[in-house]
């Protein structure tokens, strides 16, 4: 059984940064793509960033492209997401995901086999 364990969440002021960590238990963790979505009220989930097995390939949604890293230490099992010039529209429960295999590009939720519980990210203006 896989487990995520997100943190790094919080309330913060537009314009500043938060580093979110991914923890995950298991040994599937180092062979599979991982990605950050994010879930406002009243909202479906969306995707943020993906990062495949050895860390060499990211794709970006666009509304956080230039602002966000996402990256991956394969030792500690843990994914990150850098966000830095956050504004009230990044407000949502950010949860992280162990892609499914074969499953392509992973910008969709079903493409993902186990989620974390998520972290609270919330920026004020």
């Known amino acids: 059984q896989v487990q995520l364990v997100e943190s790094g969440g919080g309330l913060v002021q537009a314009g500043d940064s938060l580093r979110l960590s991914c923890a995950a238990s298991?040994?599937?963790?180092?062979?599979?793509?991982m990605g950050w979505f994010r879930q406002a009220p009243g909202k479906e989930r969306e995707f943020v960033a993906t990062?495949?097995?050895?860390?060499?390939?990211?794709y970006y949604a666009d509304s956080v492209k230039g602002r966000f890293t996402i990256s991956r230490d394969n030792a500690k099992n843990t994914v990150y997401l850098q966000m830095n010039s956050l504004n009230s529209e990044d407000t949502a429960v950010y949860h992280c995901?162990?892609?499914?295999?074969?499953?392509?590009?992973?910008?969709?939720?079903?493409?993902?086999?186990?989620w974390g519980q998520g972290t609270q990210v919330t920026v004020s203006s």
């Open positions: 298991g040994r599937t963790f180092s062979t599979r793509s």
């Open positions: 990062i495949n097995w050895s860390g060499d390939s990211t």
């Open positions: 995901g162990i892609g499914r295999l074969g499953a392509g590009v992973l910008t969709k939720v079903g493409r993902y086999d186990y």
